[in-house]
């Protein structure tokens, strides 16, 4: 079955970086664009940005447009989200999200938090 597992948060202060990993399993990854979305605390879950399959492609939200990138390892099947420049606002639980079909699933998530 579709495992979406992503690590890499933590707790970091205001103007620092963190890098996201999500590792994915029981399906083909290379044959799917991948999201990024995050939700914070009393908030509804935002797209934050996508990949196409081959990684030539991106989308952004505005708000984290030139602090954030998202890329992919299509050979290890790894998507990946390098943040830097973050702020308290990027305070969220951040999740990968694939869709096949009719059908989206998404990791367990990981929290990141920034204090000012």
């Known amino acids: 079955q579709v495992q979406l597992v992503e690590s890499g948060g933590g707790l970091v202060q205001a103007g620092e970086s963190l890098n996201l990993s999500c590792s994915t399993s029981?399906?083909?990854?290379?044959?799917?664009?991948m999201r990024w979305y995050r939700q914070a605390e009393g908030k509804e879950r935002e797209f934050v940005a996508q990949?196409?399959?081959?990684?030539?492609?991106?989308i952004y939200q505005d708000s984290v447009l030139g602090r954030f990138s998202i890329s992919r390892d299509n050979r290890k099947g790894i998507l990946y989200l390098q943040m830097r420049s973050l702020t308290p606002e990027d305070t969220a639980v951040y999740y990968c999200?694939?869709?096949?079909?009719?059908?989206?699933?998404w990791g367990q998530g990981t929290q990141v938090t920034v204090s000012a």
């Open positions: 999200h694939v869709f096949q079909g009719a059908a989206g699933y």
């Open positions: 990949i196409t399959r081959t990684g030539d492609d991106t």
């Open positions: 029981g399906f083909t990854f290379s044959h799917y664009p």
